[in-house]
């Protein structure tokens, strides 16, 4: 099923740790919404204006995949109003600075990027028509921790 020209839903529901365990990791109808709106405001813009294919490592997680790999009970994820994402060939600092600059978002983070690695890390985008606050973060790892610093500060 194809979300936008350039977006499929198996591409926003695919997931290791679902096939391994046997999570059906399907949206429901309110995330299939979601979903679409990712794809339309957030995913494919980045893929119009980059010209190269979006990698998502990470899309749509039902609660019990979510669970499954740790993720926090209030993620995005869970509402299909999230995806982790790279674009081969685009510094991550130069993707979630491009999504800050240009998009309208609920949060962009721009996760374990190591400054002068561009391929390092990822760039977490999400999309709520309700509540884009337009947040922008760095996670970065301190005392084994994750911590969440404002603004793209990598």
């Known amino acids: 099923m194809k979300l936008t020209q350039n977006f499929s839903l198996s591409e926003l529901t695919r997931s290791q740790t679902a096939t391994r365990k046997g999570i059906e990791n399907q949206p429901n109808d309110e995330q299939l919404a979601n979903l679409v709106a990712l794809c339309e405001c957030v995913l494919q813009p980045i893929r119009d204006h980059f010209g190269k294919p979006v990698r998502i490592s990470s899309g749509l997680r039902v609660p019990e995949l979510n669970a499954a790999i740790g993720g926090s009970t ?21 993707l979630a600075q491009w999504v800050v600059d ?13 400054p002068g690695i561009a391929d390092s890390g990822w760039v977490h985008v999400s999309y ?27």
Do not use: M, W
């Open 74 to 94: 209030t993620s995005d994820h869970t509402r299909g109003c999230a995806a982790d994402i790279e674009v081969p060939g685009v510094d991550n600092k130069v």
């Open 102 to 114: 240009n998009l309208e978002y609920r949060q962009t983070i721009l996760e374990f990027y190591e």
């Open 128 to 154: 709520n028509p309700g509540d884009n606050k337009r947040q922008a973060l760095t996670a970065t790892k301190q005392g084994g921790k994750t911590v969440y610093l404002p603004g793209l500060v990598a």
